[in-house]
């Protein structure tokens, strides 16, 4: 009998534990190029690292590509969508601008090749605006290991989102 209720209040704690659980989905939409740029999955990856690092269950939408600032909101209210469906907490809508004309290695992982970074934070709810940020790369020659070096400024944006889901 003992056993039996040690059970139950094992799983009980359990559900009351996701149930608290908080959630956030994300998707980086990439301006520049035509080609999702293997930059911008390691963005994600950072995003990912971090958010899992705080035990927040953490989603995204394919990074994608686009032409447009007017194509953006479509693409990020298809997400958004997608999120509300899936019961997420947060969404936050990620703008990635490249800019590698001038660059000598246009495909790398480089933080060179990133313009900016701009993000919004929206409570999926609601659909209120919980706050937003833009981040320009430090420059890449202070990073001996590149894609280290992107992977922090991943974390760094990250650090910023989460700080704003925590208010």
């Known amino acids: 009998?003992?056993?039996?209720?040690?059970?139950?209040?094992?799983?009980?704690?359990?559900?009351?534990?996701?149930?608290?659980?908080?959630?956030?989905?994300?998707?980086?939409v990439q301006h520049g190029d035509s080609e999702i740029r293997s930059t911008s999955y390691v963005i994600e990856e950072g995003l990912f690292d971090f958010f899992f690092g705080k035990g927040i269950i953490i989603s995204n939408s394919p990074a994608i590509a686009s032409d447009s600032v007017e194509n953006d909101a479509s693409f990020f209210e298809k997400s958004r969508q997608e999120a509300w469906e899936g019961g997420v907490d947060y969404f936050v809508e990620l703008t990635a601008d490249f800019s590698s004309s001038n660059s000598?290695?246009?495909?790398?992982d480089l933080l060179a090749n990133l313009s900016s970074l701009s993000y919004?934070?929206?409570?999926?709810?609601?659909?209120?605006?919980?706050g937003s940020g833009k981040k320009i790369p430090p420059a890449s020659s202070q990073f001996e290991d590149k894609r280290k070096g992107l992977s922090d400024f991943a974390f760094g944006i990250a650090d910023d989102i989460y700080k704003i889901i925590r208010r």
């Open 1 to 28: 009998m003992r056993f039996k209720r040690l059970a139950l209040l094992f799983i009980v704690g359990c559900a009351v534990f996701c149930a608290n659980a908080v959630s956030v989905a994300f998707q980086i």
């Open 104 to 108: 000598t290695n246009p495909d790398a």
């Open 120 to 130: 919004k934070v929206l409570n999926v709810g609601s659909g209120a605006v919980l």
